[in-house]
């Protein structure tokens, strides 16, 4: 049973929303799949929604995003395939980085639809692409692109519809959210592979899309089927429930604020962000990501 929290609007009417970040400069980004934009937000308290700026237009589907040394912000660029872009910037699935202002299309071939990504202790993007056509005639992957060579991985083809993705803080363990099964599955990391897979919690009916840890080591989840946040212990097991509101449709999660003690949740019903009012301080800054 979901707990009734109190979550306050930082944004709304800004289409499907997805990705945020927290970046070292104290922004907060998110995605809107079906404009093509990233779009700042203002966490700030006060009345209501705060104003949103359209920062960055990356056409077609932008969906995760990830923070890199220098600054560098990573997008997962399904092209569209999630929801219909009002975009007129033409873009195939991709990675995409924003740097200095400009969007670059970087890893631009052999893709599907990217879904979600994070840096890597290796300091490649490390991505799922999962297959969402129907009929499905790829399958789910994990893969890491190294920006500075231009190589790309498959690391993972194990996972049916792999989505949000974390690593444990000394990034020796890596969690990847599979979808259609309900998982949250667990892999060691050793020589920049992932070994020894695992099913570190499975909780039915939940859909889980985006992922993030807290300072504690709890598994935070955007259960997008189940309308709540999931929070597994670093046992595995669920601790918490908490309602984001009926057929709100969470998409993703992150830690921000200058205490990095606020979980911001997009929500895909009315395009909104939101904030829990409690506190609850979030994994510090991967070292490698800086």
Do not use: K
Request: with cysteine; aromatic share 6%.
């Amino acid at each position: 049973m979901s707990e009734d929290v109190a979550f306050r609007t930082l944004a709304a009417g800004v289409g499907f929303t997805e990705g945020p970040v927290w970046t070292l400069s104290g922004e907060l980004l998110v995605t809107s799949m079906s404009r093509g934009l990233v779009y700042q937000v203002d966490v700030a308290e006060g009345d209501g929604p705060s104003p949103t700026v359209a920062s960055y237009e990356t056409g077609g589907g932008p969906n995760g995003l990830a923070e890199g040394p220098g600054g560098r912000v990573f997008v997962a660029q399904n092209g569209g395939a999630t929801a219909p872009s009002r975009s007129t910037r033409p873009v195939t699935p991709s990675i995409q980085v924003i740097d200095h202002g400009q969007v670059q299309d970087l890893l631009v071939t052999g893709l599907t639809a990217p879904n979600d990504l994070v840096v890597g202790p290796d300091r490649r993007v490390w991505f799922t692409d999962p297959d969402g056509g129907s009929p499905r005639t790829v399958g789910g992957r994990v893969l890491a692109f190294d920006p500075a060579t231009g190589d790309v991985d498959v690391l993972l083809v194990d996972v049916d519809f792999p989505n949000g993705l974390a690593f444990g803080p000394g990034g020796d363990v890596l969690y990847v959210a599979d979808t259609t099964a309900d998982e949250i599955v667990r892999y060691r990391v050793v020589d920049g592979m992932p070994v020894d897979r695992s099913v570190f919690a499975h909780v039915p009916g939940t859909g889980p899309d985006g992922i993030a840890l807290d300072a504690d080591g709890n598994l935070y989840i955007a259960a997008f089927a189940s309308d709540e946040v999931v929070v597994v212990d670093p046992s595995g097991a669920v601790a918490r429930r908490l309602s984001t509101g009926p057929r709100s449709r969470p998409t993703n999660l992150c830690f921000a604020g200058e205490n990095l003690d606020m979980l911001v949740v997009t929500l895909a019903s009315g395009g909104r962000v939101v904030a829990l009012t409690e506190p609850v301080p979030g994994q510090r800054a991967l070292p490698w990501a800086q």
